[in-house]
């Protein structure tokens, strides 16, 4: 039997190309591509928004066999400027995408991501379904204002860690001449309508902010499990603002248009969703409605993982779903 503790990982590879790649509107992307450069094209699609991609990244795909593309969406990571949120939209991200493609001379590609990715990954294929040979998605996330509620709202998963979403809420690091009249911490629109406005300058409020806000994300990524944060860095700042740009305009989509499209639209695109049944940012109730949307497409459940991709059980199951793909291309 296979030993699930240990993660199934292809071994850790360099970019063969890096680029900096203009988009418009003064951004610039970090983009790499790593692997066989006449292999399948894989577009990797990380989480956040607001977050980057990473070395280990690149590891879910056999480098004999892929040509692995990563990039740092608009404002996080390497990408600059690094936190700006002017001209950084949901429809702006899916052009980006388009504009690699073409750059990279690419026809069509797999499209992988989690999360975050895995919506953006979803819209791409809605909106370029012409392009894709495939989805590979973990922990699906539909960015439904139900899905926007159940993590920001006293009402969803806040009810299983009260002392965090405290923490989260309080707002006690502000002084009266930051503070933003009225702080509040009932609704969701209330809540991240206080939190855009604390995050969008560098100040010393705008980083205990990003710590807030880093630390109630991790507590739910980790069950609670994490050591909480406790030093401000550019970096968190940065990833907080995006995030909270995004979900404060919903993440610039329409509600529930993703369920609403699928089966017309991605019914012919073969597709992977693998899911951990105890996902609490993600339930696992967005994967599998999405599968019932998309019949022929298969599912994986976890019964041990969460929402991390770094979890064994995760990871196995992700480097299986590209080994499968490319078994299914003959």
């Excluded at 990715?117 to 012409?130: C, D, V």
């Excluded at 001449?177 to 309508?193: F, H, I, M, R, W």
């Excluded at 806000?213 to 990524?221: K, R």
């Amino acid at each position: 039997m296979e030993n699930m503790d240990t993660p199934k990982s292809y071994p850790a590879i360099e970019p063969f190309a890096t680029h900096m790649l203009a988009v418009g509107d003064g951004h610039t992307l970090y983009l790499e591509e790593s692997g066989h450069l006449q292999g399948i094209p894989v577009i990797f699609l990380h989480g956040g928004p607001g977050s980057y991609c990473k070395p280990q990244h690149r590891c879910f795909f056999n480098p004999r066999h892929y040509r692995i593309i990563l990039f740092d969406q608009r404002g996080a990571g390497r990408s600059t400027p690094a936190g700006n949120i002017q001209h950084n939209t949901t429809q702006h991200l899916l052009t980006d995408m388009e504009t690699i493609r073409q750059y990279l001379g690419i026809d069509n590609w797999l499209v992988f991501g989690g999360s975050w990715g895995a919506t953006l990954g979803l819209l791409y294929a809605l909106t370029y379904p012409e392009r894709v040979l495939g989805l590979i998605l973990r922990g699906t996330f539909l960015a439904r204002q139900h899905d926007l509620t159940w993590f920001y709202h006293h009402n969803g998963v806040a009810r299983l860690f009260p002392q965090y979403w405290e923490a989260f809420t309080n707002f006690k690091f502000l002084t009266e001449k930051c503070a933003y009249p009225p702080v509040k911490k009932g609704e969701v629109a209330d809540l991240l309508s206080t939190y855009n406005y604390l995050l969008r300058d560098d100040t010393p409020q705008a980083h205990q902010a990003a710590l807030a806000w880093s630390n109630w994300e991790g507590t739910v990524i980790s069950m609670a499990q994490f050591p909480r944060l406790t030093e401000p860095t550019l970096e968190l700042l940065h990833a907080a603002r995006v995030a909270c740009h995004y979900i404060s305009n919903n993440c610039f989509i329409e509600d529930n248009i993703i369920l609403q499209q699928a089966t017309a639209r991605l019914a012919h695109i073969p597709t992977q969703l693998i899911h951990g049944q105890q996902d609490l940012i993600c339930p696992l109730e967005s994967a599998y409605q999405l599968h019932q949307a998309l019949p022929h497409s298969q599912l994986m459940v976890l019964p041990n993982s969460g929402h991390l991709s770094s979890d064994p059980a995760m990871f196995n199951a992700l480097v299986q779903a590209t080994d499968s793909f490319l078994q299914q291309q003959g």
